[in-house]
């Protein structure tokens, strides 16, 4: 069975508040009352817009392809980033359809309640077709085709959140955090406009989540010449 490592990277709609619509505003303030703490206001908290799918956009999205029989496995990653979304989207779309007639599954740390929703959610938001791999809104939870290192870790603990840097450290596996972590991506893309530093970055988490797959089943870790880095065409 070939799997396909998947993690992406999002950012706010706008770089500040203040450059959103009225209507964007009002919205935003709504949400925001759930989530402020300590006085906070929707405009000093809207940095951290970019991880629901109604008020952020993704702009980098890493894959790792991982497949062979473990002798002579190999993990092979390509990172899509653009600041055009809806570019970016179309990329992505044909490589997920191609999966649809091969016997292979997607995997990636909290995937199904994070990665997998946004993607689906931003897709159509972009008046693109949802493939049909990622068409799982009938289904219940347990019924989703997909591999979720997260939920590996749960052991049916539905409370239960562990993130990968964490996972990382306790598997003694290199981090993925070594430059940047999620919650600086804001700052980097906004405030630096490094968008190939958070291509990097995501594409260590594909890797890690490869890695850490690997030792949840028991089986050996890919060395350094079983990784390969596939340029975006």
Known sequence: MAILFIDIETVPQA??????????QLLWQHKASFLAKNGETAEEIYSRAGIYAEFGRIVVVSLGWMFGAEK?????????????????????????????????????????????????????VNGLKLPSIL?????????????????????GDRK????????????????????????????????????KRIAEYCEKDVVLTCQLYLKMKGQPILQDEQIIKVKDE
């Open 15 to 24: 770089e500040n508040y203040n450059d959103l619509s009225e209507k964007d």
């Open 72 to 124: 002579n496995r190999q993990l092979r990653v390509t990172t899509l980033a653009d600041e055009d979304e809806t570019k970016l989207l179309s990329r992505l779309i044909p490589i997920l359809q191609k999966m649809e007639d091969t016997n292979s599954i997607i995997c990636g740390h909290n995937i199904k309640e994070f990665d997998i929703p946004y993607i689906c959610r931003r897709i159509l």
């Open 135 to 155: 068409d799982v809104s009938t289904m219940k939870p347990w019924q989703t085709p997909y591999l979720d290192t997260l939920e590996m870790w749960k052991f």
């Open 160 to 195: 239960h959140y562990t993130k990968l840097d964490l996972l990382a450290h306790i598997f003694d596996l290199p981090t993925s955090k070594d430059d940047i972590d999620g919650s600086q991506v804001y700052e980097v893309y906004y405030k630096e406009g490094d968008l």
